[in-house]
């Protein structure tokens, strides 16, 4: 399973990114896919996650300013992050659990397959 994030980038507090997290060799649609951040010295968090039958999951720092979503046809996730804040910034992971996985979405270790990471740097 390969996993290629995309889409990170400096921009004002206040403004908006779209992630991206291309996936090969397992189909989106099948399996949980999260995102998770890491800011220098602190440890990962988890951001946000879609079930395989489409549940969605937040964590309470992002809700109401993040959407997560996926598109089936190009078998790839997406993080629409919207309102950011300067405490947003970190590099950005996106996951994959096994396939029909039904459990925690919240824990990191619960995912098998991890990207390498984008940067997000929100100034203030």
């Known amino acids: 399973v390969q996993l290629q994030a995309s889409g990170g980038g400096l921009v004002q507090a206040g403004g908006s990114l779209r992630l991206s997290c291309a996936t090969s060799?397992?189909?989106?649609?099948?399996?949980?896919m999260g995102w998770f951040r890491q800011a220098p010295g602190k440890e990962h968090e988890f951001v946000s996650a879609i079930s395989w039958i489409g549940g969605t999951y937040y964590a309470d720092s992002v809700k109401g300013r993040f959407t997560i979503s996926r598109d089936n046809a190009k078998n790839t996730v997406y993080l629409q992050m919207n309102s950011l804040k300067p405490e947003d910034t970190a590099v950005y992971y996106c996951a994959a659990t096994r396939s029909y996985y039904s459990g925690n979405y919240f824990h990191r270790n619960e995912y098998d397959s991890w990207g390498q990471g984008t940067q997000v740097t929100v100034s203030s």
């Open positions: 060799g397992r189909t989106v649609s099948s399996c949980g």
